[in-house]
């Protein structure tokens, strides 16, 4: 299913079609002398260009061979990567980071071809400005001079607020503190990339089927990438920290979703070194009678499944409608807010989880707001406990409603029921006729999701009546279904009235990372979650866009109050929650059952950035036995123990990188 600038791209993993994610990272198993990890993937890159792109089938897999200043570690703590150290200015400004010395660019072939430098850096951003980088969203507001480089207001790119001092220091320039910003830099778009290497290569740089197209300085080298049926890569043997690189290779299959049981079987047979499970699926009985002792349930990932509401729809080819009257009539239900809200509490997140999760596991990955409830404090209280708080004040609609992770909060049919009666006074009495249809592209290979979003459909139509609502699931191939969502290229383009094939994972450790994306000043991604473009957008201030863009924008003016900073994005977040223009549908990762056969919570803890917990292989450490799930939850509270006093110790540690 990342970023300031985006629809399900980002850093977002393709999880809302059922793709998976391996516990901790990844897992591995050994076959004879040499440690393999074997898994699937879900979408073939449209390029390898980490710099220009905010999609995570792009960067899931780049980011395994190219490394960025910081990065992870095992419990999520940022530490040096490329750059060995760094220093903030006392105003927070100014981020100085001085360089490895010795570390290499090397070939898809493992030939060495020059050394990294700070130089590469500028060449890098410079590039990503040039051609308009998907990804520009995250930094062209932060970097000094940035945005008027990328406008044409100025055409001097020395003017952009980064410099090499020298070969082994580069320094960013930023036009207000962000005490999160350190945490951007593990994003593709702040990568380096060698300027001979890109000059040389031209328009067939970063090919997305050609390893050799571009450079890698990271703990892999990719090998071979075969649209729609595997990616591999092989250990960078001369990689500056090949220490903790513990594979020796990596293979990922494609898989669309349609033979959900194919990842316990190729896990048995020892193709795979983890599989998720599905509880639904036809041969789950057999699959927990063999490995009763190993499954365990991951933890939610930080990434958020949800459903969008395309307020501003142009195109009808994929439609049950069949006259004129029923498709204004579906634009007016959408741009009246109680009818979001019937159709928001008429949802019932737990049996949609439950398609993929289980019963037993399906509350758990439940997720009521775009942001994790507890992805940062504010004091005593988590971020979703504020939102509770501030959400009262939207409406009554809205008392006793639980907005925690893991809890079915929003589900209430009563509510439902009184919020649509409203609806239909007012929408009778603009010449709304019913039923209400609300078209939602599906992806039929996917049984998993198709299984979810028939729940869906399933759910709001007894709760509202399909006299009054009916859900047209548009049954179509992948291709067809990212072509009109993820993939298309303009709002008009975005051929739906609500879709599940949204999401994001989080760019970097701040609110703003999930709640600035969704501006109505960023087109990229209202495209995708809400279908349409531009800020002047009639529906868009029609349905209060403007109110949205004043919140988000005093929040990210707070840079010295960190709580008061917190505060004002879950009033933010409250407005977003209350519109329902955006119903958040469960964890896109995580909260599952698994085997595997990887030591737990060997890989790194990422909690934002494109080298995300799920797809980065690094640090993983094999195993030949299955983890049982006693190993699992002792390796979880030992984990979580460490990861305190780790967290709290970096936290000291960070006043001694202030000049």
């Avoid at 897999?61 to 760094?86: C, F, H, K, R």
């Avoid at 399909?466 to 047209?472: L, P, Q, R």
Wanted: include cysteine.
């Amino acid at each position: 299913m990342n970023k300031k600038r985006l629809l399900m791209l980002a850093g977002v993993s393709l999880l809302s079609v059922g793709v998976l994610a391996g516990c901790s990272g990844g897992s591995s198993s050994s076959a004879g002398n040499e440690s393999v990890y074997g898994y699937v993937y879900s979408a073939d890159p449209e390029s390898l260009d980490y710099l220009t792109t905010s999609k995570a089938s792009t960067l899931d897999i780049v980011t395994n061979g190219v490394d960025g200043l910081l990065e992870n570690d095992q419990y999520g703590n940022l530490v040096p990567s490329l750059a060995e150290d760094w220093k903030v200015s006392k105003d927070g400004l100014t981020y100085t980071y001085t360089l490895r010395k010795g570390v290499k660019w090397y070939t898809s072939d493992g030939e060495e071809y020059a050394e990294v430098k700070a130089q590469d850096f500028v060449a890098g951003l410079k590039h990503a400005a040039d051609k308009k980088s998907e990804s520009l969203y995250l930094i062209q507001d932060s970097i000094k001079g940035l945005d008027a480089y990328v406008k044409g207001e100025s055409t001097d790119f020395a003017s952009v607020g980064i410099k090499a001092v020298d070969d082994y220091t580069v320094q960013y320039t930023l036009n207000s503190p962000e005490p999160y910003w350190n945490s951007k830099t593990t994003n593709g778009i702040l990568f380096p990339v060698n300027e001979e290497f890109l000059t040389s290569k031209g328009d067939k740089f970063a090919q997305p089927t050609d390893p050799s197209s571009i450079l890698y300085n990271g703990p892999f080298l990719l090998k071979s990438l075969v649209s729609k049926s595997s990616v591999e890569f092989a250990k960078n043997e001369n990689y500056w920290d090949k220490d903790n690189v513990h594979l020796d290779s990596v293979k990922l299959s494609y898989y669309d979703g349609q033979d959900v049981d194919s990842l316990a079987r190729n896990f048995t047979e020892g193709a795979y070194s983890v599989a998720r499970l599905f509880p639904s699926s036809p041969n789950y009985a057999k699959v927990a009678e063999d490995f009763k002792d190993n499954i365990f349930v991951t933890q939610p990932g930080v990434g958020s499944g949800a459903i969008g509401v395309n307020i501003d729809r142009q195109t009808y080819e994929h439609t049950s409608k069949k006259t004129d009257e029923e498709k204004n009539s579906t634009k007016k239900a959408l741009l009246n807010k109680d009818f979001r809200q019937a159709v928001n509490f008429a949802f019932d997140r737990k049996a949609y989880s439950s398609q993929v999760n289980g019963e037993d596991g399906a509350e758990y990955a439940v997720r009521n707001l775009f942001v994790p409830s507890d992805f940062v404090s504010v004091g005593e209280k988590t971020f979703g406990d504020v939102v509770e708080e501030k959400i009262i004040s939207y409406g009554d609609e809205w008392k006793d409603v639980k907005l925690a992770d893991s809890v079915n909060g929003i589900y209430n049919p009563e509510k439902a029921k009184a919020e649509f009666e409203k609806a239909k006074k007012a929408l009778e009495a603009e010449g709304v006729t019913f039923p209400i249809h609300l078209d939602t592209p599906v992806v039929e290979t996917s049984k998993n999701y198709v299984s979810r979003m028939q729940s869906f459909k399933q759910s709001v139509e007894s709760v509202l009546g399909s006299e009054n609502v009916v859900i047209d699931l548009q049954m179509m191939s992948e291709d067809d279904a990212y072509n009109i969502t993820y993939y298309a290229a303009n709002a008009k383009a975005e051929d739906w009235d609500i879709s599940g094939l949204v999401g994001w994972n989080p760019d970097y450790s701040d609110p703003s990372t999930y709640l600035d994306i969704l501006e109505s000043t960023n087109p990229d991604q209202t495209k995708t979650y809400f279908g349409f473009e531009g800020a002047d957008n009639a529906n868009a201030k029609a349905v209060g866009f403007d109110t949205y863009n004043k919140l988000t924008g005093d929040a990210n003016k707070e840079v010295s109050d960190i709580a008061a900073r917190y505060e004002k994005y879950a009033e933010a977040q409250a407005w977003m929650a209350d519109s329902s223009l955006l119903m958040p549908t469960m964890a896109s990762s995580g909260a599952a059952p698994f085997l595997s056969r990887v030591e737990p919570f060997s890989g790194a803890s990422a909690t934002s950035g494109n080298k995300s917990s799920s797809s980065y292989y690094k640090y993983l450490k094999v195993g030949k036995d299955v983890v049982t799930k006693k190993q699992y939850e002792e390796a979880r509270k030992k984990w979580l123990e460490e990861k305190a006093e780790s967290n709290a110790k970096a936290q000291k540690d960070l006043e001694s990188h202030v000049e």
